[in-house]
């Protein structure tokens, strides 16, 4: 199978969950609704990428026709750095894999970030710590989130007045970082949906 981007490694993952939870695979309606495609076409250029390197078949005919052809990744992906200008979970990034049900996480885990810093040392987050993040480009204010800030990753607790967002850090050495969304990139990468102790490594500024 050809190395699939991120976004097509998602869109499998989101097949192969449905199948698990269903017994049969979605439609193109249900992947666009899931991953917030406009249209069903969107899904299905998608899946044509994805039958063209390998990892599916599409049966023709037939609205769930999709048969997966590859098996599932070796657990939930540990990022361990970043690279600049490349998605968070690009393979570059990637140090292990963590043999771990995504499911047991409420919403699931989509990767680990390895923490660097004890900025969010009061919330239970300690240097080296395994992060469970569910990947998403919203947050609700209150909620630990992975963000990113142009090349810079960052872990904080989410606070969002209209185009006013602070990061806020959970250990008073540290100050709260302010956005404002009118001239400077904030992206999201994920909410904190889990945290794994450990005690080797680094990465993910906290």
Avoid: W, Y
Avoid at 18 to 39: C, H, V, Y
Avoid at 46 to 58: C, V
Avoid at 83 to 107: K, M, Q, R, Y
Avoid at 145 to 150: D, E, H, I, N, Y
């Amino acid at each position: 199978m050809e190395k699939l981007t991120s976004r097509q490694a998602q869109i499998l993952k989101m097949i192969r969950r449905f199948m698990e939870s269903k017994g049969f695979p979605p439609t193109r309606a249900e992947i666009a609704a899931k991953l917030g495609f406009r249209s069903p076409n969107a899904a299905e250029d998608h899946l044509r990428a994805l039958e063209r390197k390998g990892a599916i078949r599409l049966l023709p005919g037939a609205s769930r026709g999709i048969q997966v052809l590859t098996e599932g990744p070796a657990g939930i992906p540990v990022v361990s750095r970043v690279a600049a200008g490349v998605p968070l979970v690009a393979e570059e990034n990637i140090e292990s894999h963590c043999a771990i049900d995504p499911d047991i996480f409420d919403p699931a885990a989509d990767f680990f970030l390895r923490v660097r810093g004890l900025s969010m040392r009061d919330a239970g987050i300690q240097n080296g710590d395994l992060l469970a993040v569910h990947a998403t480009p919203e947050a609700a204010s209150g909620q630990i989130v992975v963000a990113r800030l142009g090349e810079e990753i960052t872990v904080k607790r989410f606070r969002r007045r209209g185009n006013q967002v602070r990061l806020l850090p959970e250990n008073p050495e540290f100050t709260p970082i302010e956005v404002d969304m009118r001239d400077d990139s904030l992206v999201i990468e994920g909410i904190v949906v889990g945290v794994l102790r450990t005690h080797f490594g680094s990465m993910g500024r906290a």
